[in-house]
Every structure is written in C-alpha cells, then in structure tokens.
Nanobody
Framework: QVQFVESGGGLVQAGESLRLSCVLSGSTLSRPAMAWYRQPPGKQREFVAR???????QVSNSLRGRFTISRDSDTNIVHLQMDSLKPEDTGVYFCNRYPSTSNWGQGTQVTVSS
C-alpha cells in the first residue's frame, strides 16, 4: 500500500526556516513525480511545489524564491526547504504524487508566528 509520511513541521517565528521531509513507501515506481501541497486554516488544499521523475522542479509562483523542493538521490524521499517564512505560510503540509492521488497522509503542521 502506498503511504506518504511527512515530518519536520513545527512552530517558528516569521523570517525563520523549516525543512520538511516526506517518505513515500509502497510505491512500485522508483522516483515518481512528487509534490508538496498545503492547506491553510479554513481554506482548500493548494499546490506548493513539485519534482519530476528526472528532477525538474517547479514552485508555485507566489512561493518562488523562498521555497525549494528536492529529492534525495535515487530515493523516494522528498524535502521542502522553506525560508523567510511568513504567517500566511501557516497550515498543514502534505506530500503526494503529482498529479495527486486520493491517498493522503497525515501531513505535518507548520505554524509561523508574527
């Protein structure tokens, strides 16, 4: 069974950084296209960043320059480096395939205080 396990969230102050990690297990594909999504309080889940099978990355326009997605070599472990965090970055962060599947993990909570 495919499973996404996210970690690395926490409570930080505005301007600080966090590095999230996601482990994909149970996939029959090696290095599938994966992505990070987030769900701010009271809002719908939204796309954050993705990484292709070949390592090409794309970050949401509004987050470009602050967020970076990466993958550990030859693994299904994906990271999201978040710098210069803002209070509006608060939310639950999820990883999934890209395009996403219906199989979501628990996510990891990120809270940025002003």
């Amino acid at each position: 069974q495919v499973q996404f396990v996210e970690s690395g969230g926490g409570l930080v102050q505005a301007g600080e950084s966090l590095r999230l990690s996601c482990v994909l297990s149970g996939s029959t594909l090696s290095r599938p296209a994966m992505a990070w999504y987030r769900q701010p309080p009271g809002k719908q889940r939204e796309f954050v960043a993705r990484i292709s099978i070949t390592g090409v990355t794309q970050v949401s326009n509004s987050l470009r320059g602050r967020f970076t997605i990466s993958r550990d070599s030859d693994t299904n472990i994906v990271h999201l480096q978040m710098d210069s965090l803002k209070p509006e970055d608060t939310g639950v962060y999820f990883c999934n395939r890209y395009p996403s599947t219906s199989n979501w993990g628990q996510g990891t909570q990120v809270t940025v205080s002003s």
